[in-house]
């Protein structure tokens, strides 16, 4: 288990950016496929992006493609999520996830998922 701790919300006008990050203070993530979900109110949480362990593979929900970018720090200490070109549909608590994983995979649903950060809160203004 790691204790995950995002920062970076806020609120943005439409068109602008963002960069959320992820950390587990006292830990490294060399070891964890890393992820970001996002869940808008009244809605289910859903996968925005992943990373394996060494950052060489990701993947991205349809909607974030081209506009958001995942990225592990060289060290392994921190997960970032750089949003930009923002849409009022990108409003949500966004969620840090990681998976302890040895073999090099990204990982896209939330059940795989056994560690999460507590959110931060985008908002995009319109």
């Known amino acids: 288990q790691v204790q995950l701790v995002e920062s970076g919300g806020g609120m943005v006008p439409a068109g602008g950016s963002l960069r959320l990050s992820c950390g587990a203070p006292?830990?490294?993530?060399?070891?964890?496929?890393m992820g970001w979900f996002r869940q808008a109110p009244g809605k289910e949480r859903e996968f925005v992006a992943g990373?394996?362990?060494?950052?060489?593979?990701?993947a991205y929900v349809d909607s974030v493609k081209g506009r958001f970018t995942i990225s592990k720090d060289t060290a392994g200490k921190m997960v970032y999520l750089q949003m930009n070109t923002l849409r009022p549909e990108d409003t949500a608590v966004y969620y840090c996830?990681?998976?302890?994983?040895?073999?090099?995979?990204?990982?896209?649903?939330?059940?795989?998922?056994?560690?999460w950060g507590q959110g931060t809160q985008v908002t995009v203004s319109s």
């Open positions: 996830a990681g998976k302890f994983s040895l073999p090099i995979e990204v990982f896209t649903t939330r059940a795989q998922y056994e560690n």
């Open positions: 006292g830990s490294t993530l060399n070891l964890y496929a």
């Open positions: 990373i394996d362990r060494i950052g060489d593979n990701t």
